[in-house]
Nanobody
């Protein structure tokens, strides 16, 4: 019943900007307390990479590769997580997934959270950056 629906992907020129949205629904109160939303991405031939995630205190953890360029914004009222991406690079090209991970795992880093076997995944939205 839990659903994570992404939108906002597309094709942009290097240096451009794009904003992704993730709408969560169908979750229980217990899940809302235990899980945190984040963005992960995967490109063909590459490992899954945690991009950004917001913990229970509203603090965001970012991958080193996107620090200073990407910003995750959480709208608690709408149960929506946005990812504002600026100064996009060709290497940002990937399928971006909205993921609900156990908040406790974020204490160990995005890599650990990305491997959460109890995570909920959206269908993904493609981001393509041309140089």
């Amino acid at each position: 019943q839990v659903r994570l629906v992404e939108s906002g992907g597309g094709s942009v020129q290097a240096g451009g900007s794009l904003t992704l949205s993730c709408a969560a629904s169908g979750y229980s109160a217990a899940a809302a307390r235990a899980y945190c939303l984040g963005w992960f991405r995967q490109a063909p031939g590459k490992d899954r990479e945690g991009v950004a995630a917001v913990d229970r205190d509203g603090m965001t953890k970012y991958a080193d590769s996107v620090k200073g360029r990407f910003t995750a914004v959480q709208d608690r009222a709408k149960a929506t997580l946005y990812l504002q991406m600026n100064s996009l690079k060709a290497e940002d090209t990937a399928m971006y997934f909205c993921v609900g991970v156990r908040c406790a795992l974020l204490d160990y880093g995005l890599g650990t959270a990305a491997a959460d076997t109890f995570a909920y995944w959206g269908q993904g939205t493609q981001v393509s950056v041309s140089s």
